[in-house]
Nanobody, 117 residues
């Protein structure tokens, strides 16, 4: 069974940092691109925003303009884990953050990040 379990969310002040983790199981992690996607509050079924992507060997990373220069995606294939380091956080980064396997069929349960003073 494919499982993606995010952790690391919480309350952080503007300008602060947070690191999200997503531990994968049930598939060959090193064979898949991985993604981070977020959903801002009040958006319901809409408002999903792609944040970042990393390929199998970490040789390719991509970022949405909204987070470029502030967020860093990485992965550890030995630990079946993908990370999202978030720096210089802004109020508008408040959202539920999801880890997604390549193909977009499998999503984690999400972890809430709230940026507030």
């Amino acid at each position: 069974e494919v499982q993606l379990v995010e952790s690391g969310g919480g309350l952080v002040q503007p300008g602060g940092s947070q690191r999200l983790s997503c531990e994968a199981s049930g598939f060959t992690f090193s064979s898949y691109w991985m993604y981070w996607v977020r959903q801002a509050p009040g958006k319901g079924g809409k408002g999903l925003e792609w944040i970042s992507t990393i390929n199998q060997d970490s040789g390719i990373t991509r970022y949405a303009d909204s987070v470029k220069g502030r967020f860093t995606i990485s992965r550890d294939n030995a630990k079946n884990t993908v990370y999202l380091q978030m720096n210089s956080l802004k109020f508008e980064d408040t959202a539920v953050y999801y880890c997604v396997r390549g193909g977009f069929l499998y999503w984690g349960q999400g972890t809430q990040v709230t940026v507030s003073s």
